[in-house]
């Protein structure tokens, strides 16, 4: 008999396991009966109703889906009752599951965490892998408890982190890896061959909500804090700083491998280096690669300084 599966998820990260799980039913031993996101919202300009992605995966494939404000309700709770779940997965819903919901599956609720727990429990994992400068990240599969991110390990996978990762593009590789990790490990979960391992809380890191205003870059940090913390924000919450004619995003930098001390000022200062524009930090000196001024396209440092050349030894943001 086929294990029936609740998914629980929301944003792109969730789309690879879902689909996974529905392109692997015919051959494994499970069925996904129904999918819970959250409610249509709106975005962009003009502020259309947009439906979460995992929803237009879901109804592609002729899936229910339930999308409650919230599963803090009698009637939530009863709408997932009635499907009498085997096993509930989870792949950044966005809502905290309470213990009503934790019970009603009895295999139990699984997470697919962005990070390798206990490092990085809670909202921005793999914005804080790479903000630390860590070399290493993965995939945590969780049996999920009521704390944040606190329930035993069920399995694990991991990958490097490179110069090259920004936080979309770490997300994106996560994604795909908790989907296989997913479905190579589920068989056995199933059938009670994996025995959960509780995590080390002598070993926990926090990776808290970010907020748009978090992006801003202070530029008494190292030059490598704010490389990093420029890779980690991109898509968001973005990184940005405030110049003579206003705030600018910062969409990528390079720290600068030797710049004479001779020209640099303190910590955000606008100089030129060899046909390069950089900016003086707390240590080291960082180049400005790729801007987009207020209300224009993207840039090349060079192409927005040309036009702004008050920015020419100019202080940038808030220096603490």
Known sequence: MSARIIFMGTPDFAVPALSALISSAASKPWEVVAVVTQPDRPRGRGKKLAAPPVKSVAQQAGINVLQPKTLRTQEAVAGLAVLKPDLIVVAAFGQILRRNVLDLPPHGCLNIHASLLPRWRGAAPVIAAIQAGDTQTGITLMLMDEGLDTGPIIAQRRIPITTSHTGGILTAEL?????????????AWLARDITPQPQNDTLVTLAPRLKKEDGAIDWSQPAIAI???????????GTFTEGPRGPFKVLAVEVAAAVSNSVQGEPGTVFKYQRGVYVSTGQGSIRLVTVQPAGKKEMTAEAMLNGQPDLWGAKLGITA
Do not use: K, Y
């Not at 490389?227 to 919450?237: G, L, N, S, T, Y």
């Open 175 to 187: 994604a795909e890896l908790g989907a296989t990790l997913l479905v190579e490990t589920l068989p």
């Open 227 to 237: 490389e990093r913390q420029v890779r980690a924000f991109d898509p968001w919450p």
